[in-house]
């Protein structure tokens, strides 16, 4: 991307972390609900109106930061409440309404690559108006992305460690469980040691490299 002024980056990418982390939260109680648990359309959390799942550090100071200091954004909502003894195969379903937020930032992965093509080839015709949407739908794939491979990651509270609990036997499953509490830590050591990039950066690679060939 060009430099773009400190508003201007807000611009571009304050529609895309919203969706992309509203969305995801979303995804888990959509499909709770369709598996037997109604706790977040009870709560009123199955819709996609930002106010309902915002988090003010996650969804609006640590953005904000992020983009002051590094051009960047990224950030979390408010978990949306899932109450297992309501599901009818707990330990399954709690899979699938895991895998449900990174599968929903993929499908919007595609519908932002699919407008970055779409402003690419209005370009000829609409010139420099079409910059905008496209340079604000490459943040909307970056922001997926990097939301779909973190939060595949199986470190708890993470939605691949519901996975990976899903596939444990039940003692090993509990004791995996028992991890959550240092999860954050966790998280916080693979930034600051680097290997959290490391780890993300294969995967979101794979993804870019993709990407640039639909776009070509």
Known sequence: MPEFSLLQKIVIWVVPVIFAITVHEVAHGWVANKLGDPTAR???RLTLNPIKHIDPIGTVILPLVMMWTTG????WAKPVPVDWRNLRHPKRDMALVAVAGPGANLFMFVLWMLLAKAALAAEGSVGAA???VYYMALAGMS???LFMVLNLL???PLDGSRVLAAILPPRWALRF????RYGLLIVVVLLVTGLLGKILTPPMQALQGLASLFLR
Do not use: C, S
């Open 177 to 180: 469980g028992q991890l959550e």
């Open 130 to 132: 079409a910059a905008p």
């Open 72 to 75: 960047f954004a990224f950030g």
């Open 143 to 145: 922001v997926n992305a």
């Open 42 to 44: 009870l709560l009123g």
């Open 154 to 156: 199986p470190v708890p």
